[in-house]
Every structure is written in structure tokens, then in C-alpha cells.
């Protein structure tokens, strides 16, 4: 079931993906939650794929409350800093790399968002 939810995912963070992004020709995020199964994304220059489980040669490890909350970051939907403050995840590892995650896939969108508070 996870295999098909990361497929899903590839397709559709594909049109976001923003090839060379990364200081580096070859990333590894291994991604633990508190609730759901691992899974790792392995970036090169040019390409990206989600693969489930947990492997030895992760360049960051990033440990999130849930599943939601990861995809939510990718895409842009959460703001990180707001989840990081909130304990929603942390990362083990090279923090720079963690932050540039947060814009991998982020939309183009000009689309300017506005919580408002009372």
C-alpha cells in the first residue's frame, strides 16, 4: 500500500520538481514517522523517486509526526518553520539540506496565503 501512495506521490510532485535545486549530484532523505511506515527519497541532479523502507545510506534523516504532515511540507501546503516550532519534525543531519527539502517540490504559484487570527 505504501508503494502505491509514494507512486502517486512521485507523479504528482513531478511538474514541481526542480532539477539541479540541491547543492549536491546525489541526496538520499530517509523520512521516520511517529505514525506510519519509512520510506526514503533519493535525489540525483536530474530525477527524484520515493522508495518505502529505510536504508543505510541516507545523506539526512528526517523524523516527522505523520505521513499527511510529510506531504504537506513537500508540497508547500505546511510552513516549515510553523511545523518545526510546533514539533511536527526535525532533522538529524545537515540541517541546510533539510530546508531546501521545504522547496524541492514547493509550487510556483504566485498565490499569496493569509491566515488571519482574532
Not at 14 to 33: I, M, W, Y
Request: net charge negative; hydrophobic share 40%.
Amino acid at each position: 500500500m505504501l508503494d502505491v501512495l509514494l507512486q502517486e506521490k512521485q507523479v504528482d510532485l513531478a511538474p514541481h520538481f526542480k532539477p539541479g535545486f540541491l547543492p549536491r549530484d546525489h541526496t538520499v532523505f530517509q523520512f521516520h514517522f511517529d505514525q506510519g511506515d519509512s520510506f526514503f527519497l533519493e535525489v540525483l541532479m536530474d530525477e527524484f523517486i520515493f522508495k518505502s523502507g529505510i536504508t543505510p545510506t541516507a545523506t539526512i534523516t528526517l523524523n516527522v509526526k505523520n505521513h499527511e504532515t510529510c506531504w504537506g511540507l513537500l508540497d508547500g501546503r505546511i510552513d516549515g518553520m510553523k511545523a518545526f516550532m510546533e514539533e511536527s519534525y526535525r532533522a538529524d543531519g545537515n540541517i541546510v539540506l533539510s530546508q531546501l527539502l521545504l522547496y524541492l517540490f514547493k509550487s510556483n504559484d504566485p498565490t499569496i496565503v493569509y491566515e488571519v487570527q482574532y
